[in-house]
């Protein structure tokens, strides 16, 4: 059974900073994909960032202000998130799967495989 846990989310003022770990169990073998999205209330879902086993990708909306890395040995990624906004709350998820070569796309032909959400909290 594939499973990814979010943890790290919180409650953090403006400018803080935050960083989240998606744990990945139950992939066999190999890298995978892991994606970060986000979403805001009211709001679509939208990707903050993504790893294959060589490219790290960055969207433009938290570009600049965001790191992803990975830590193969603990099957982690981390999302680390500095100059945190009011306009950055919302939920975060982590995404992975194997079935493409690149972490980048639309998510539902790249990741089937979901975290259940981080809640950020960014006050002003």
């Known amino acids: 059974q594939l499973q990814l846990v979010e943890s790290g989310g919180g409650l953090v003022q403006a400018g803080g900073s935050l960083r989240l770990s998606c744990l990945a169990s139950g992939f066999t073998s190999g890298y995978y994909n892991i994606g970060w999205f986000r979403q805001a209330p009211g709001k679509a879902r939208e990707v903050v960032g993504c790893?294959?086993?060589?490219?790290?990708y960055y969207a433009d909306s938290m570009k600049g202000r965001v790191t992803i890395s990975r830590d193969s040995a603990k099957n982690t990624v981390y999302l680390q998130m500095n100059s945190l906004k009011p306009e950055d709350t919302g939920v975060y998820y982590c995404?992975?799967?194997?079935?493409?070569?690149?972490?980048?796309?639309?998510?539902?032909?790249?990741?089937?495989?979901w975290g259940q959400g981080t809640q950020v909290t960014v006050s002003s």
């Open positions: 995404a992975a799967d194997q079935r493409t070569s690149s972490c980048q796309g639309p998510p539902r032909y790249v990741y089937a495989y």
């Open positions: 790893i294959s086993d060589s490219r790290i």
